[in-house]
């Protein structure tokens, strides 16, 4: 069964200290993996999308690198507006985003 | 810069109404999508659609769900009789190419009594 897991669930983060997210997944044919941030009721705003492993993208404070079994989403040097839900998901078929539960970061000055 | 707009931003209906969730994908995309997250929940995919006709569907997109492009420029979903479980955040989504990257709207949050 296709699976995406992503890890922390939360994580509480002080200014200026990096940490890096996870995603890891389980699926046959990936067809691109996508970064997503979502603010509280809010839509997901597009980050990044990734499609063969050794790619890296990067934006701003932001980076994201994909392995042949996961994804990391590499926070520099957070800043308070870094705060928000990151989402995770997979091209499964021709158009089908499969999510992960994402992780929520909190960013304290 | 171009961006996905969906209305109303809220609804509230009482169950077994029908409602119509409303969204203008990107101008020249050509590929349309709704997803919904429940509160606390992952976003679940409900329906592709393409040139006028459903791509792929969910296993939550049953008979009480429908789409339509009714014009140029509008993509529809219809539940035609709520339940109380069809409370949630509804997003469209529009890309180019089935194979590009598909932008989200603000969302409508749905809510069933």
């Known amino acids: 069964e296709d699976q995406v897991t992503q890890s922390p669930e939360a994580l509480r983060l002080q200014e200026g200290e990096s940490s890096s997210l996870n995603c890891s997944y389980t699926?046959?044919?990936?067809?691109?993996l996508f970064w997503y941030r979502q603010d509280p009721g809010k839509g997901p705003e597009f980050l990044f999308t990734?499609?063969?492993a050794g790619e890296e993208k990067e934006k701003e404070r932001l980076k994201a690198t994909l392995t042949k079994k996961e994804s990391f989403l590499h926070i520099t040097a957070p800043k308070p507006e870094d705060s928000a839900t990151y989402l995770c998901a997979v091209r499964l078929s021709w158009g089908k985003l499969q999510f992960g539960a994402g992780t929520q970061v909190v960013v304290t000055p | 810069e171009p961006e996905v707009t969906q209305t109303p931003s809220h609804q509230v209906t009482q169950m077994g109404q029908e409602v119509i969730l409303r969204c203008v994908p990107i101008s020249n995309h050509l590929y349309f999508y709704w997803y919904r997250q429940i509160l606390g929940q992952k976003v679940e995919f409900l329906v592709s659609?393409?040139?006028?006709?459903?791509?792929?569907k969910s296993e939550i997109f049953d008979d009480q769900f429908s789409v339509e492009r009714p014009d140029g420029s509008n993509f529809t979903l219809k539940i035609r009789s709520t339940k109380l479980e069809d409370s949630a955040m509804y997003f469209c989504a529009s890309s180019g190419d089935r194979d590009e990257t598909q932008y989200f709207g603000p969302g409508t949050r749905l809510l069933v009594l």
């Open positions: 699926v046959s044919g990936l067809r691109g």
């Open positions: 990734l499609y063969s």
């Open positions: 659609f393409y040139n006028n006709e459903i791509s792929e």
